[in-house]
Nanobody, 121 residues
Framework: VQLQASGGGLVQAGGSLRLSCAAS????????MGWYRQAPGKQRDLVAR???????NYADSVKGRFTISRDNAKNTVYLQMNSLKAEDTAVYYC????????????????WGQGTQVTVSS
């Protein structure tokens, strides 16, 4: 199973970006999916998370500006980022709990490769 993230880039403060992360491979089911970010010299932190049932939670710093969603038919999670700030600059990673034949249908956490988001002030 692989996660492929895309959609990062350079944007001015106040602008918007939409990140996508698609899971591929031998997938039985996907439980929670989420986005994390890591700025230079800092730890990787949760940005937003969504369960298979659609429940969401967000880091306080992005509430009201970011929206996480998922398309279960496409095994894809999205992160709509509005009103971007310079402090949102980081590498964004997606993560998903995936069950499939390779894991004996146990949920294992899989990380995507990361996509750079740079917000210029």
């Amino acid at each position: 199973v692989q996660l492929q993230a895309s959609g990062g880039g350079l944007v001015q403060a106040g602008g918007s970006l939409r990140l996508s992360c698609a899971a591929s491979g031998s997938i039985g089911s996907i439980n929670a999916m989420g986005w994390y970010r890591q700025a230079p010299g800092k730890q990787r932190d949760l940005v937003a998370r969504i369960t298979s049932g659609g429940s969401t939670n967000y880091a306080d710093s992005v509430k009201g500006r970011f929206t996480i969603s998922r398309d279960n038919a496409k095994n894809t999670v999205y992160l709509q980022m509005n009103s971007l700030k310079a402090e949102d600059t980081a590498v964004y990673y997606c993560k998903a709990a995936v069950a499939g034949p390779q894991s004996g249908y146990r949920y294992l956490e899989v990380w995507g490769q990361g996509t750079q988001v740079t917000v210029s002030s």
